[in-house]
């Protein structure tokens, strides 16, 4: 098992002078090395961080990780950073998003789940700007975006995917414009014949801080 949290977007919404996953939750914990300890209480100790904007910053924080440097991150969405971080790797693959702040169970759920390829997922009405997702009669997502038409809830970034299902992943991401989202990706190798599932952890708390409110509500929510 590798992990891989993409930290290298500048965050304009946000609209920080650093990378927000540098935010400092009230517990004392900046959002990325919370992540980081979660990950290695987890029994996940290979841990890779995809920086771009100002990674001196994260690298001077956090020295004891991998790191991966996307070089073109002002050009580029999270599908070509993850790409950039994959690259080499041929392990399961737990990655997330650098500004996601989560239960730890979450990863437990995710990590006793039974092997499959898996979606963290919240079951609820979703705004324009989420991450959403559908699934079939047999229970599997067709379809993950931000423009999903019928949508069952928003995915929330953070995903598993298994060693045998890799280069259809990485082949999806190669496939994606450089303005695409990971999601793209998965949207591609499911085309290409992959099964994903959703994995429902709608009562743990989760919040992805992509604007001043979502901040709020971490803060609110996860105060020690």
Same mark, same amino acid.
């Given at each position: 098992m590798h992990a891989v949290i993409l930290a290298a977007g500048v965050g304009t919404r946000l609209g920080r002078p650093f990378p927000k996953s540098l935010s400092l /939750? $009230?517990?004392? !914990?900046r959002i990325l090395g919370? &992540? *980081?300890?979660? /990950?290695? !209480?987890?029994? #996940?100790?290979? #841990?890779?961080?995809v920086v771009g904007f100002k990674m001196a910053l994260i690298m001077e924080e956090f020295?004891? #990780?991998y790191y991966s440097y996307n070089p073109v991150f002002y050009v580029t969405n999270t599908s070509k950073s993850l790409l950039w971080a994959l690259r080499h790797l041929d392990d399961d693959i737990l990655w997330l998003n650098g500004d996601v702040v989560?239960?730890? &169970? *979450?990863?437990?759920?995710? /990590?006793?789940?039974?092997?499959?390829?898996?979606? =963290?997922?919240?079951?609820?009405r979703c705004g324009e700007e989420e991450v959403k997702y559908a699934s079939g009669p047999d229970g599997a997502i067709v379809s993950i975006s931000k423009q999903v038409p019928t949508p069952e809830g928003e995915a929330l970034g953070i995903n598993l995917v298994r060693r045998e299902?890799? $280069?259809a992943f990485k082949k999806g991401l190669s496939a994606c414009e450089d303005t695409d989202y990971f999601e793209r990706g998965l949207e591609l190798m499911i085309a290409a014949g !992959?099964? *994903?599932?959703? /994995?429902? *952890?709608?009562?743990?708390? =989760? #919040? !992805?801080?992509?604007?001043?409110e979502d901040w709020e509500l971490? &803060?609110?929510i996860f105060k020690e």
């Open positions: /939750l $009230p517990g004392g !914990e919370r &992540q *980081i300890r979660l /990950l290695r !209480e987890a029994g #996940v100790d290979a #841990v890779t961080v020295p004891d #990780v989560f239960d730890p &169970q *979450i990863l437990r759920d995710l /990590l006793a789940a039974p092997k499959a390829n898996l979606v =963290c997922v919240d079951k609820k299902s890799l $280069p !992959e099964k *994903i599932l959703p /994995l429902d *952890i709608s009562g743990h708390r =989760c #919040v !992805e801080v992509d604007f001043a971490a &803060q609110k």
